[in-house]
């Protein structure tokens, strides 16, 4: 039995060494990740291939251009090319066209004078008529003047129900006007056409920091001495802090929001709503 032993355990470190000699490649092995994945459908509507064999492309099929579709039922479920971007705080403001969805707002070019447009909202549907009794192309404008300012310095009061704000309205957009509450762009209408309106996000005041979440349809009034107005949301877009294409006359009656847009300073939030009858 003495004698066994030696053997038995010369045969383990045999067994042992035997084993640990297997191929090491036997264990080896490789997954290969996709390769140049589109996510998105192209955004160029005239895709140009190169002559390399399309290596290069004038398309954007990335995460920047893919997007979510809509819910089931909704007013845009069977649109084509709708849905909320993937990544909205990646997406260039030339990617938003009329009829698509940017943050699940409708882009909704306004109407021409004298047209009617129907808003998709959470009731089905809201009308935007303008009454006038023909069709007109000239821009409408109101000018300050001084019998339109209120006791306080104010030009008047704007509301918007659906993300609980009041705030009152000054002449201007720097930043005195704007530590008391939203701003009038000087040189624009304050009434007729156009009014536009910037207001802080974030800091000493919030006021339009929500303005990016509305929708269309949406309810906006404006009291000024001059009256009160309602006007549907029918469009929100990012744009490009050099663009200043919204702070145009227009034939319609409407207000312009703008804001600043978090953490991208080369871009602003802008909201446009037209007068409702």
């Known amino acids: 039995m003495k004698k066994l032993k030696p053997l038995l355990s010369t045969m383990l470190c045999l067994c042992t060494m035997c084993a640990l000699a297997l191929p090491a490649h036997a264990l080896e092995y490789n997954i290969n990740a996709p390769d140049n994945p589109e996510y998105g459908k192209p955004t160029s509507f005239e895709p ?34 709708t849905g909320e971007y ?27 004078s004298g047209s009617t447009i129907t808003v998709p909202g959470a009731t089905g549907g809201y009308t935007i008529t303008d009454t006038s009794t023909s069709p007109s192309t000239t821009p409408g404008f109101t000018e300050v003047t001084s019998d339109l300012y209120y006791s306080d310095g104010s030009l008047g009061t704007l509301k918007i129900p659906s993300i609980g704000l009041t705030v009152k309205v000054f002449e201007g ?27 802080h996000n974030r800091g000493v005041r919030n006021d339009f920091g929500k303005i990016h979440t509305l929708r269309p349809g ?9 009256g009160t107005r309602a006007y549907a949301v029918t469009g929100v877009n990012k744009v490009s802090v050099n663009d200043v294409s919204g702070l145009e006359p227009t034939a319609v009656n409407m207000v312009t929001l703008y804001t600043c847009v978090n953490d991208q300073p080369a871009y602003r939030w802008c909201v446009t709503a ?3 009858v």
Not at 176 to 181: E, I, T
Request: glycine share 12%; net charge negative; charged share 10%.
């Open 48 to 81: 140009v291939v190169t002559a390399d064999g399309g290596a290069m492309k004038n398309e954007d099929v990335s995460k920047n251009a893919a997007l979510i579709p809509p819910g089931f039922g909704t007013p845009t479920s069977y649109t084509l090319n």
């Open 86 to 112: 993937l990544t909205p705080n990646l997406v260039p403001s030339q990617m938003a066209g009329a009829g698509q969805v940017n943050g699940n707002v409708a882009v909704v070019t306004p109407p021409a």
């Open 173 to 199: 957009t720097g930043s005195a006007p704007l530590l008391k509450g939203a701003g009038h762009f000087e040189g624009t209408s304050i009434w007729d056409g156009n009014c536009c309106i910037a207001g």
């Open 218 to 226: 949406d309810t906006i009034t404006f009291a000024t001495r001059l």
């Open 274 to 276: 037209v007068e409702t």
